[in-house]
């Protein structure tokens, strides 16, 4: 699902540098921490709508900084230690989705729930 989403990622198409390895490390932490955050849909959701060349920058800011600081493995509660790994992930998740909700769009969400099932 990833590679024919439809979103064309910073309006780019296939000349940025690295997508394929930003893809390949959101979707390895994701698969990691699925079981340890409740509302994985809505992080794939908003990974979708980072990636979208029609979302506003301010909001793919939010997106790209929250995203990037789910997949980095070493942050304030680094992610290997179990049971709490993932807590400051959600806290972070949390507030950037809450606020850019507005442009995460039924086509992200779909999105997400597509990846999702062929992830599964």
């Known amino acids: 699902m990833t590679q024919g989403s ?3 990622f910073f309006g ?3 000349k940025l540098a690295g997508e394929g390895e ?10 990691k921490a699925a079981r340890q955050i409740p509302f994985m849909d809505e992080v794939v959701a908003a990974y979708y709508c980072a990636m979208d060349k029609n979302t506003p ?12 600081y789910f997949v980095l493995p070493f942050d304030f509660i680094p992610d290997f230690v179990v049971g709490l790994g993932y807590t400051d992930d959600l806290a ?6 809450a606020a850019v909700s507005a442009h995460i769009t039924p086509a992200h969400r779909q999105a ?7 992830k599964g």
């Open 6 to 8: 439809g979103f064309d």
């Open 12 to 14: 780019f198409g296939d």
């Open 22 to 31: 930003i893809r390949d490390k959101f979707w390895r932490t994701a698969k």
């Open 57 to 68: 920058l301010r909001a793919k800011a939010t997106l790209v900084g929250a995203l990037g």
């Open 92 to 97: 972070v998740l949390t507030a950037a989705i």
């Open 112 to 118: 997400a729930k597509d990846a999702l099932a062929d």
